[in-house]
């Protein structure tokens, strides 16, 4: 194609939705939820016919993964996206194909040889690596669940986990995402607060909650939930 292509994560995603928003606007089918396991192949080609996706499949890999992009054996500039078959959740698995489509889009050309992500790693990654990963999931979060979307199916309704259940499921995307997604843009003093075995795991505050302070130093220190 000759004309420039996008070089940001949310670029990305908005040229690709406008793409789908043509093929809905001409037959008629909705697009959401995106489906990635079925554009991503079709994208790839149109945009990169000398380096497409020629898969996207199940694999088994260790539990520390979600999902990973990598090149294709023997095939010269042919990649592939594998999530962990271990995985159940369908809105995860949507999500981790999304974001490994955006490694592809954003930083091939960094990662010859491909890529695996694990959420339970990143205490491990480097300070380039998350920006690696923050822009992969930030691609995710925008093709998958654009804000004006987003708050169409909150309008009106009570904030709870039921509703967020409900907006994961609208959007074929983990409750976890859709509380990310929520979070980044709440104007609420909000945070979300994630537990294993009764202590913080991780814990992400809206901007307006950690300009007043409400946040958790939960990378500095131990901490474990109140008993009530």
Request: proline residues 4%; aromatic residues 10%; glycine residues 6%.
């Amino acid at each position: 194609m000759t004309a420039t292509l996008p070089t940001t994560p949310a670029a990305w995603a908005i040229r690709l939705s406008k793409i789908l928003q043509h093929f809905q606007d001409t037959t008629g089918e909705s697009m959401y939820p995106i489906k990635v396991q079925e554009i991503a192949c079709e994208v790839s080609k149109q945009f990169f016919p000398s380096e497409p996706i020629t898969y996207v499949s199940a694999g088994s890999m260790s539990s520390d993964f979600d999902g990973m992009m990598i090149p294709v054996p023997q095939k010269k500039g042919q990649w592939g996206i594998v999530y962990n078959d271990a995985v159940r959740s369908r809105g995860r698995i949507n999500f981790t194909l999304a974001h490994e489509f955006g490694h592809y889009l954003l930083h091939r050309a960094a990662l010859a040889n491909g890529i695996q992500y694990g959420r339970d790693e990143m205490m491990s990654w480097d300070a380039a690596q998350k920006k690696l990963e923050a822009e992969a999931n930030e691609f995710a979060s925008y093709l998958l669940m654009p804000r004006n979307l987003f708050e169409d199916q909150m309008k009106g309704e009570t904030l709870n986990l039921h509703l967020m259940q409900h907006v994961a499921d609208h959007f074929d995307v983990s409750i976890t995402a859709a509380l990310l997604k929520w979070i980044s843009f709440t104007s609420k003093r909000a945070m979300i607060v994630v537990t294993r075995d009764g202590f913080v795991k991780w814990a992400k505050p809206s901007d307006a909650a950690f300009k007043s302070g409400l946040f958790l130093a939960y990378k500095k220190n131990t901490i474990e939930l109140p008993a009530q």
